[in-house]
């Protein structure tokens, strides 16, 4: 009941935002689905639902901790590539459609010398891997 809305919710904000960009409505691949805004929306949604259909709000809640941990993941992301390739420690594009994906950034000139390595996706593996155990520890739970 956890494991299949925690998969679609983690490749929620790219299943929308990767068609727009294909489609060159959005310019960067990054846009509303990546948006803090567009994740608050979700979570009053939620809390909504929660009060009305309270079936609904427990799949609704693993749906929305997949989006949270991949959003959590590109925001880590972009942080330490943007540190080493520009100096910039974060970009805007989380608070689309206020700010553009490369407004919002904060110099920081150390990270000229700091060296990541390139492929820090497995943080974003790291932090699937960590929601798939919760969902699984959820869905069978210890029992006396």
Known sequence: QALIPALVGAATPDL?????HAFEIITYSRGPGHSILFF????VLWRWIKHRRPALSRPMGWWIVGMGTHFFADVVNDA???LEARGFLFTGWAGWPITGAR????LFELGREIRIHPTFTSLEIAIFALALVVAIAHRYPKTP
């Not at 608050?40 to 979570?43: D, G, N, P, S, Y």
């Not at 407004?103 to 904060?106: I, K, R, S």
Request: glycine share 6%; net charge neutral; hydrophobic share 55%.
């Open 16 to 20: 929308i935002d990767k068609p727009l």
């Open 80 to 82: 330490f590539r943007g």
């Open 103 to 106: 407004d919002l950034t904060v």
């Open 40 to 43: 608050a929306a979700v979570l």
